[in-house]
């Protein structure tokens, strides 16, 4: 009996000293890690590495893709066009008879289709330059054409492909009625040998918890010549975003209604020079000069610098950060003349 007892007891102490020796040779269990955050697919997450170079909004991957850049009709036959509201950049200048062209640039979001557009003007071909942006035209002032049959830049003529990669709508007249799809600029980029690669170089841009400077002014108006052509800009504080109007009409898209909604309105002064009988200018893109520069409600006036073909806003020698969003680009040949608060 004694015996018994005892060899069941030497058996209970084995099997104890087997399951700790078992659990000493295990893999611990991690300890459960509180407080990770994960970022939500369309959240802006501050965990975000890269963001896009002309909006500065934030994106989960590199966005390697090259920038688009469109000759937009800004005719009064030509309003509302469509694709504006997409744009990451939109650059405003004369070109003859007071009239106002467009220069809208896309790289973060692409419009079904963009247009009306229109010809092109050597200066829009620099600041598409400068962007590394492929340029989308139909037709060309004699010396744009000679900038660009010399190679200068990657781009699409409408003039040769009327009714294959650029479309007429029936809505409206010529020159107002040419328009371009984003699928078909791919198309017409892959048939030229084009890459689609090759991002803009980034502008700076103010982190979340940034304090805008400058002088309360909520509204501001260019006078470009006619009433067809006087530019207002509106801050609504409840978006905190700038909406745009022409010839005191807001600026929507065509085909969805949606306005073209704004975050930084930059203002530059360049030397504009007439150069034949047509009223065709010339435009000084590379001086630099006096700007004004309005965000959240608040203007400054600063400086232009034109860094490696970007248009840059500065003030006491050093870049100025934009608010993440979408940049409007005026550029006046006088800004005392032309612009009132």
């Not at 989960?60 to 066009?81: D, L, Y």
């Not at 990451?88 to 079904?112: C, H, M, N, W, Y």
Request: one cysteine or more.
């Amino acid at each position: 009996m004694y015996k018994q007892r005892y060899w069941k007891v030497m058996t209970m102490f084995m099997i104890i000293f087997l399951l700790v020796s078992c659990n000493k040779n295990a893999e611990p269990k991690p300890e459960p890690v509180e407080n990770i955050e994960q970022d939500t697919v369309g959240e802006k997450s501050p965990g975000y590495l890269y963001h896009y170079p002309l909006t500065g909004e934030p994106i989960e991957v590199e966005p390697t893709n090259r920038a688009i850049s469109v000759m937009v009709n800004n005719h009064p036959a030509a309003r509302p066009q469509s694709g504006l509201n997409k744009a990451d950049l939109v650059f405003e200048a004369l070109a003859e008879g007071g009239i106002t062209r467009l220069l809208a640039v896309f790289q973060s979001e692409f419009p079904k289709k963009v247009g009306p557009v229109r010809s092109a003007r050597p200066y829009y071909i620099e600041l598409a330059k400068g962007l590394n942006a492929i340029y989308i035209f139909h037709g060309w002032s004699p010396e744009a054409q000679e900038i660009i049959q010399s190679g200068y830049i990657d781009h699409l003529n409408g003039l040769y492909y009327d009714g294959t990669l650029f479309n007429r709508v029936t809505f409206r007249k010529a020159p107002h009625n040419s328009y371009i799809s984003f699928e078909n600029i791919r198309k017409g980029a892959k048939q030229n040998g084009y890459s689609m690669e090759g991002a803009p170089k980034s502008y700076k841009f103010l982190a979340e918890d940034d304090q805008v400077e400058g002088k309360l002014q909520k509204d501001i108006t260019i006078s470009y010549s006619n009433q067809n052509f006087e530019v207002r800009y509106e801050y609504d504080s409840s978006i905190k975003k700038y909406k745009r109007f022409s010839g005191d009409v807001q600026t929507v898209d065509y085909d969805t209604n949606d306005p073209v909604l704004l975050n930084n309105i930059f203002i530059v002064q360049m030397d504009h020079f007439v150069i034949d009988d047509s009223g065709r200018r010339k435009i000084d893109l590379t001086s630099g000069g006096k700007a004004l520069l309005l965000q959240e409600g608040k203007m400054r006036e600063v400086s232009w610098k034109n860094v490696d073909g970007r248009i840059v806003p500065y003030f006491n020698g050093a870049e100025i950060r934009l608010v993440p969003g979408k940049t409007w680009i005026n550029i006046v040949p006088n800004i005392d003349k032309m612009v009132n608060f």
